[in-house]
Nanobody, 123 residues
Framework: QVQLVESGGGLVQPGGSLRLSCAAH????????MGWYRQGPGQQRELVAV???????NYADSLKGRFTISRDNAKNTVYLQMDDPKPEDTAVYYC?????????????????WGQGTQVTVSS
């Protein structure tokens, strides 16, 4: 079993910055891809960004240039740097991980999920 522990959410002003972290614990040897999804009020869960163990990334088109995903394999941790956040980025952000090396943007392909961390962008 794998546990994903997120941290770093909270209130941020528009135009500020925030960094989310997600540490994987447990049986992590087969974890190949990690990423972030988000779910706003009344909305479906949507892709933010994913990264494989080689550092290859995929982003939601609307977030390219503002959000950056990175990964420290030695610490089994994935990060999401949020720069210039906007009110529409307000959501619960979920960390996700999947076994194997094949990347995917479909949340149905992810095996493990964190509890979620609230990010609120407001002045």
């Amino acid at each position: 079993q794998v546990q994903l522990v997120e941290s770093g959410g909270g209130l941020v002003q528009p135009g500020g910055s925030l960094r989310l972290s997600c540490a994987a614990h447990g049986s992590i040897l087969n974890i190949g891809v990690m990423g972030w999804y988000r779910q706003g009020p009344g909305q479906q869960r949507e892709l933010v960004a994913v990264i494989d163990s080689g550092g290859n990334t995929n982003y939601a088109d609307s977030l390219k240039g503002r959000f950056t995903i990175s990964r420290d394999n030695a610490k089994n941790t994935v990060y999401l740097q949020m720069d210039d956040p906007k009110p529409e980025d307000t959501a619960v952000y979920y960390c996700a991980a999947k076994r194997g090396i094949s990347s995917s943007e479909d949340p149905k392909n992810y095996d493990y999920w964190g509890q979620g961390t609230q990010v609120t962008v407001s002045s």
